[in-house]
Structures are given as C-alpha cells and as structure tokens.
C-alpha cells in the first residue's frame, strides 16, 4: 500500500505560479512511475505529466508544456509540480497518482488539492 498526500494548490490570478508537492508513504519502494492529473468541473480527470521514478524521464500533456515542470526527490519520497504562467483554464482539482510494480495502472490516489485561477 502507498498513501499519497498533495498540497500547495491556492487562489492565484493569471500568470501566477504554484509548486504543487505530493508526499508518499508507505511501500515508496514499489512505485516505479508517479504522474499529476486535474479535473476541472464537469470534465474528465486527465492526465497533466508523469515521471518515473528511477530514471526521472518526464512527459507532459501538450497545454502545459514549457510551463509545468514535474520532478521528483527519492530521498524524501516527493514529487513536485512547478506550475508557471497559470491561466483560467488551469482551474482544477489537481491529483497525484502513482504506478507500482507489477501493476500498469494507477492504482493509488492523492485527496485532491484545488487550484483556482482568477482572470
């Protein structure tokens, strides 16, 4: 089992930044790739980027590149979600979510962490 707990979303207005961090617990030494998803009202939870673990290769959805950053610190079993240049439809609920060995689906969630974007 691997309990996730985001923090860092808030209120911010357009073109404001946030560093989103996920803490992880548990079998930490089971995960092998970890990734951010939002849901924004009324819409699908999708995801934002993804890194793995080891090797710390990153992917991003097409709308936050060069201005999302995804990262992880293995020795304190965090990852982190630099978002910059934020706009309105940034607004969501933001997730963290991570793979473990054996299993090829994110299997365990963080609690959600909000992040709002005033124009």
């Known amino acids: 089992q691997v309990q996730l707990v985001e923090s860092g979303g808030g209120i911010v207005q357009a073109g404001d930044s946030l560093r989103l961090s996920c803490a992880a617990s548990?079998?930490?030494?089971?995960?092998?790739?970890m990734g951010w998803f939002r849901q924004a009202p009324g819409k699908e939870r999708t995801i934002v980027a993804r890194i793995t673990r080891s090797s710390g290769s990153t992917s991003y959805t097409d709308s936050v590149k060069g201005r999302f950053t995804i990262s992880r610190d293995n020795a304190k079993n965090t990852m982190y979600l630099q978002v910059n240049s934020l706009k309105p439809e940034d607004t969501a609920v933001y997730y963290c979510?991570?793979?473990?060995?054996?299993?090829?689906?994110?299997?365990?969630w963080g609690q959600g962490t909000q992040v709002t974007v005033s124009s």
């Open positions: 979510a991570v793979q473990v060995i054996g299993r090829n689906r994110y299997d365990y």
């Open positions: 548990g079998r930490t030494d089971r995960i092998y790739n």
